[in-house]
Nanobody, 120 residues
Framework: QVQLVESGGGLVQPGGSLRLSCAASGTIFTIYFMNWYRQPPGKERELVAAIANSGRTDYADSVKGRFTISRDNAKNTVYLQMNSLKPEDTAVYYC??????????????WGQGTQVTVSS
């Protein structure tokens, strides 16, 4: 059984900042990737940022230079620091966990989502 607990969403003005957190617990074995996706209203879910257990990161072009993903391996927690937020960043943000006993045996698990609204 795996659990993901997300927190940190809310309402913020354009130009403001928010920090999302996602803590994983349960029978996880090794976490290979911890990712953040988002789904804007009326649009498909998209990858925002990813971090591998090596520490390598990847970002969507739309958030490069504004968002920073990081992880605390000891706490199985991933963070998304979002700065210079824009109205188009408004979406439900989902934490995604790729984990398993080996790289060839991985599972995907999703958090419940947290709403981020950027509006004046």
């Amino acid at each position: 059984q795996v659990q993901l607990v997300e927190s940190g969403g809310g309402l913020v003005q354009p130009g403001g900042s928010l920090r999302l957190s996602c803590a994983a617990s349960g029978t996880i074995f090794t976490i290979y990737f911890m990712n953040w996706y988002r789904q804007p209203p009326g649009k498909e879910r998209e990858l925002v940022a990813a971090i591998a257990n090596s520490g390598r990161t990847d970002y969507a072009d739309s958030v490069k230079g504004r968002f920073t993903i990081s992880r605390d391996n000891a706490k199985n927690t991933v963070y998304l620091q979002m700065n210079s937020l824009k109205p188009e960043d408004t979406a439900v943000y989902y934490c995604n966990l790729v984990y398993g006993p080996s790289p060839s045996q991985t599972n995907n698990y999703w958090g419940q989502g947290t709403q981020v609204t950027v509006s004046s």
